[in-house]
């Protein structure tokens, strides 16, 4: 076989990302070909629009608006960090069956398409490689596929979304409101305009779909992850949690038991001394617990334009050094037959913050309700009192129930019109 000099690369984006690829295949140029045993060389960068001045850009001759210029041109590898489902997804198509590996950042496509574009690369001899969708630089897309591979994974436990972590360890820190929490983390850039996706806990949605796909061996839509923000949180809850010895962290959590997987993104209480409880800021972590390695961490930057550029060019040469060497990738495969359970069966323990009327037998009221549901109080603590509106707060805690009956409760709660004003937060404890 012939020796190869080089090694194409189509980019497909020019933004954050894709600033930081160009730039490190410039600024790494020998340290990659001599990793790889050939040169990666820029062939075409398509963007919107060329005149857009940019962090890092590379020759003016290899920026495109042109579409089929850029998909049109001879190369090995196309890396999409252009975002979005489309023209992402039939860029990608079209790449594929053009018999290019791609490497994409895209997690919205990966959670909502991953199977079918594995499956169209496989079919193609080729692979698609996805470390950035999730964590940014931190390694977990990898190490799910390859290195913990041999487990029987029972847990993957997550904080996957720095904007909300960021907001999250503010409200903690300096007893901030959500909204100031928010408005602070758009000023130092972490939050978009529009949070949505972000406070939403859809953008941690689509990543726990892909690892969790990844961690069962089956596929996880997007459609079967429970999802709840965190844009009702009080700072009281924060304070509370803190008195109980707990931090308030939106975890993203795929589990496994005998009667299925159960996928789910929602705010917890975590406690202190747990390693999730600690990791703070725009940090992520991912907690992995497999039957042979017992619980694993990983930890790192989550977004930003060099520690995602680290995750994708690890891909690049991944499948540059596979092209090189003219060895085929080995075919990824959904084996689980995954029964997907619903939030309802969860067993957990909860934390009920309510605001009630200031008078005697409401806890009684509320403890019967818990009662005849099969719900069982751990302990109950009265907060703050308003006696001029005669009203309290009581935060309760309780033992390990079925969702569905806790639900239960709280409908019933609710339903305590003279007693209860409302139930002003219900958080799941994740011991
Ligand atoms: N930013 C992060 O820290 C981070 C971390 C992990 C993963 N990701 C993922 O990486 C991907 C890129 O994110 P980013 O932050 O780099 O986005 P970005 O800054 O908005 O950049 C997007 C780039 O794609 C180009 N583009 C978008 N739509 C296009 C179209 N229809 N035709 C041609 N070019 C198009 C844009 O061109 P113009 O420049 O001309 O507008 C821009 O250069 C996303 O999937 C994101 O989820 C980002």
Redesign the pocket.
Known sequence: MAERESVGIVL?????????VARALAEHAETYADRVGARIELRKV?????T?E?DFAPDRSLIT?D?AEALGTDCDIVV?????E???REYIQKSLSRGRWVV??????MAKYGPELRAQATAGGVDILFE??V??GMPIVSPLRRDLSANQITSVRAIINGTTNYILTQMTREGAAFDDALRQAQDLGYAEADPASDVEGFDSAYKISILSSLAFHGHVRVEDVYREGITDLMPRDFRYAAELGYSIKLLAIGQRDADGVCVRVHPALVPKDQLLANVDGVLNAVQVEGDLIGRVLFQGA????M??TS?IMADVLEASRSIVHGSRPSPWRYTADMAMKPISQLTTRYYIRVEVSDRPGVLAEIARACGDNGVSIASVIQKETDDEAQTAEIVIMTHAAKEADLQRSISQIEGLKDDVRKVGALLRVED
């Open positions: 497909l984006g020019l933004g954050v990302v894709g600033s930081g398509l963007v919107r629009d060329a857009r940019r608006t579409a999409e960090v252009m975002g979005g489309d023209p992402a994409t950042a895209n997690k919205e496509l950035a969708s964590g940014g989550g977004a930003g334009s520690p995602t995750a």
